[in-house]
């Protein structure tokens, strides 16, 4: 497009100077009269050559200079033609002009800067080096660096230097300096080498002088390739221009958290913006993302809660666990009688934000009611998830501000979150008294934060370790899986059982250890039987304890047989030949899936005659056992029967029947109605499950799990049953419109007596 510019006589072209930037670019410099410039303000400046504008990238500053005119810069490209005159046009007329004849005059880079006063300084050498940082042709040149150097240097001949503290995620440097007290606010950060002038990659952490010489004290995380000796830092300021040269690179320099750790007065704020710049460059740099995690981990921040009582209001975050999802849950609590409160709000380290204003599930807290001396019931407790967008890694650690409705804010802190997925898990579970555990409060706060953690938990499973005793079978009749953990004291009996029952010759023994701490214990104990009893044995040793399902489900994977018996390692069999009766009644007729047997406690009561389910007072689901607590000698629990279901503690099942049902699932925490939930995989292939009476075993009932404080300290149970009853409450209402019941006299009344005895259920 042709640029027709309209001159009146009356308006003279100023006449420019030039001075070359690098090898592609120039700056042009021309003067304004100050009163004409009020009387006919310069809209839009645009360069032209040959009557067409020229093309991106150009830019044009005006500064007033220190006589009352206005001095104009113009960066942009160097014509292809160096002979062709360049006009500036602004109001549709050309307003400068640059001719290249013979004897043009040539702009003195040091008279650049003259006649202008601080201000104009600093948006002048702003103005150079933010188009530079934005165009590549321009901030690789040296020609241009060496420009910028001289400008720099020109105004300060001797500059600073730098300190350098730590190294921080593989390839940054911690580096320290001061500027004076007068500087003001940094607004840019420029380094320049003698080939490239380079926008710093993270803004400065501002403090006060530590000496107490009432200067400005920075912290500068830094590429260890810019921190090269030689290399200038520009600090541009709301008040000035500081240049700092970089040192040599000093030897053995500590790392990030080593010097945290060494230095536990270091500012929460200078942690907080190394933090942040790590997580910003852990976007696209594993290093630095995996800095970030360290750093929570080794050198957190402080923990910090609102807790005086004398302040009307007060606040704790004493659990904040993100998950890899994004989601994010908080436990917590909040005395605020007075509704000062407006918000909470709650930052990661890589910038994600989440707001709070309203806290839906709130429950007493004891420990805050004495602290404030509250009266009656004061639910000042809470649980909540707030959803979110995945992170580039893992944060241990959140910052968060609880906003006043005054405009005020207490900042709060919360302890890192458990490194191990298990164990926050096990926290988040443990953060609230189970009798709050509502269904809802399942379905939007415990679920969505336990599943991932869980989830993000068995991801870490390695193979596990494999130990042989003696010659295993080929082709065993049936395959006994038996969980370890924690609980040893029944083994020798249930082992030497076995060892003196002709019927097991056949039986393949798979040991799954799901403690592994224990690993050398078991491994001495099973060899000293091995060599007791000749009994061949395979031990499978879990990397950590991964619960019930996992460990069965790594069982079946080892063992050969294509019957399969799962079995507790608390159930000791109550005489010899029991295993070949209740392999006959899995085998009395096709169709069925599988079969379990009577359990009994240690004082001869029923703990189970089948297994069936039930709806509580609210109408959540429950597994029930058939006349648990009942005598050993119970008519109705001496009947062979059809039933929901079987309890896992002894189910024999088929390999195939196993393998469709894809298994024990494995969402459930630790151990708890995974059995249930295989069963009605099992129903749902269209087979039968029978209990066997003619088979009887004792059962220490729970002894291994009572001894994980993952779940006894917290809502696992109660997460387990929502679980199970979200999946199959449709299922588990169908079975239960059936009749169960082999004759009249087994039917229960509507009080939950059958019509000779009370069935007492679990």
């Not at 039987?529 to 079946?556: C, D, E, I, R």
């Amino acid at each position: 497009m042709t640029v027709i510019a309209v001159l009146p006589n009356s308006v003279s072209i100023a006449p420019a100077q030039r001075l070359t930037l690098g090898s592609r670019f120039l700056l042009v410099s021309w003067t304004m009269d100050g009163m004409a410039d009020r009387a006919d303000p310069v809209g839009p400046i645009t360069p032209s050559v040959d009557g067409e504008p020229v093309r991106p990238p150009f830019t044009t500053l005006t500064i007033d200079t220190g006589w009352g005119g206005r001095r104009v810069l113009s960066i942009l490209p160097a014509p292809r033609d160096p002979r062709m005159p360049i006009h500036f046009i602004a109001n549709n007329r050309v307003i400068a002009e640059l001719r290249t004849e013979s004897g043009a005059a040539e702009l003195d880079p040091a008279g650049l800067l003259g006649s202008l006063d601080g201000a104009a300084r600093l948006r002048v050498l702003r103005f150079l080096f933010d188009f530079a940082c934005s165009t590549p042709a321009l901030r690789r040149d040296a020609a241009f660096a060496a420009l910028c150097r001289r400008l720099v240097l020109d105004r300060a001949a001797e500059p600073a230097m730098l300190t350098v503290r730590a190294t921080a995620g593989g390839e940054l440097l911690l580096c320290a300096g001061a500027l004076s007290g007068r500087f003001g606010p940094i607004s840019g950060l420029v380094v320049l080498s003698p080939n490239a002038v380079v926008r710093a990659p993270f803004d400065a952490c501002i403090g006060p002088d530590p000496a107490g010489k009432g200067r400005i004290a920075f912290d500068l995380l830094i590429d260890r390739g810019l921190c090269a000796s030689g290399n200038l830092l520009v600090v541009l300021g709301a008040n000035g221009v500081a240049c700092r040269r970089f040192p040599e690179q000093p030897v053995g320099l500590p790392t990030l958290t080593d010097r945290l750790n060494a230095r536990p007065d270091t500012p929460a704020n200078v942690r907080h913006y190394l933090l942040s710049c790590l997580a910003q460059r852990g976007r696209r740099d594993a290093s630095a993302a995996s800095a970030v995690s360290e750093l929570q981990a080794l050198a957190p921040l402080p923990r910090r809660q609102a807790a005086d009582a004398k302040r009307p209001i007060g606040a704790s975050l004493d659990l904040a666990v993100p998950t890899a999802d994004g989601g994010l849950f908080l436990a917590g609590w909040l005395h605020d009688p007075h509704a000062l409160a407006a918000e909470l709000v709650v930052s990661t380290p890589f910038g994600g934000e989440r707001r709070v204003e309203r806290f839906a599930y709130r429950f007493p807290r004891e420990d805050v009611a004495k602290l404030y001396g509250s009266t009656g019931i004061d639910r000042s407790g809470f649980v909540l998830h707030l959803p979110g967008t995945p992170e580039p890694a893992e944060a241990l650690q959140v910052t968060a501000e609880l906003r006043l409705a005054s405009g005020g804010a207490l900042r709060l802190v919360p302890p890192p979150r458990p490194r191990a997925h298990a164990d926050a898990r096990a926290a988040v579970l443990g953060s609230l008294p189970p009798r709050f555990a509502t269904p809802e409060l399942l379905e939007t706060v415990i679920g969505p934060a336990v599943a991932p953690l869980h989830a993000a938990h068995l991801a870490t499973r390695s193979e596990p370790e494999l130990v042989v005793y003696g010659e295993c079978k080929l082709r065993p009749a049936v395959s006994v899986i038996i969980p370890l953990y924690r609980t040893l004291e029944f083994l020798r009996f249930q082992i030497a059982c076995f060892a003196t029952d002709p019927a097991m010759a056949d039986a393949e023994l798979v040991f799954v250890l799901d403690s592994p701490e224990q690993r050398d214990e078991v491994v001495h104990l099973l060899r000293g039987f091995h060599g007791l009893y000749g009994l061949p044995m395979l031990l499978l040793v879990q990397s950590a304890n991964y619960g019930y399902s996992a460990a069965n489900n790594a069982g079946v994977a080892a063992a050969r047989g294509n019957r399969l018996l799962f079995l507790n390692s608390d159930v000791v069999p109550d005489r010899a030949g029991w295993l070949p009766h209740l392999v006959a009644a899995l085998e009395e007729r096709p169709g069925i899936g599988a079969v379990g047997p009577k359990l009994l406690f240690d004082d001869d009561s029923l703990q189970h005659a089948g297994l069936y389910f039930d709806r509580d007072l609210q109408g959540a689901w429950y597994n029930h056992h058939y006349f648990k607590g009942l005598p050993r000698d119970f008519a109705a629990a001496c009947r062979p029967r059809s039933v929901p279901g079987v309890t896992g503690a002894c189910l024999l099942t088929t390999r195939a029947a196993y393998t469709t049902a894809g298994g024990f699932c494995e969402d459930y925490i630790i151990g708890d109605f995974e059995d249930s939930d295989l069963c009605l995989r099992i129903r749902g292939q269209g087979l039968d499950i029978r209990y066997a009476p003619s088979v009887e075993l004792y059962h220490l009932e729970r002894r291994s799990i009572g001894r994980h404080q993952g779940y006894t300290r917290g809502v696992a149970s109660e997460y387990n049953r929502w679980l199970h009853g979200r999946r199959w409450a449709d299922r588990m209402d169908e079975l239960m419109a059936r009749d169960w019941y082999a004759d009249d006299e087994l039917r229960p009344s509507k009080t939950g007596r059958t019509r000779k005895t009370a069935q007492v259920t679990r």
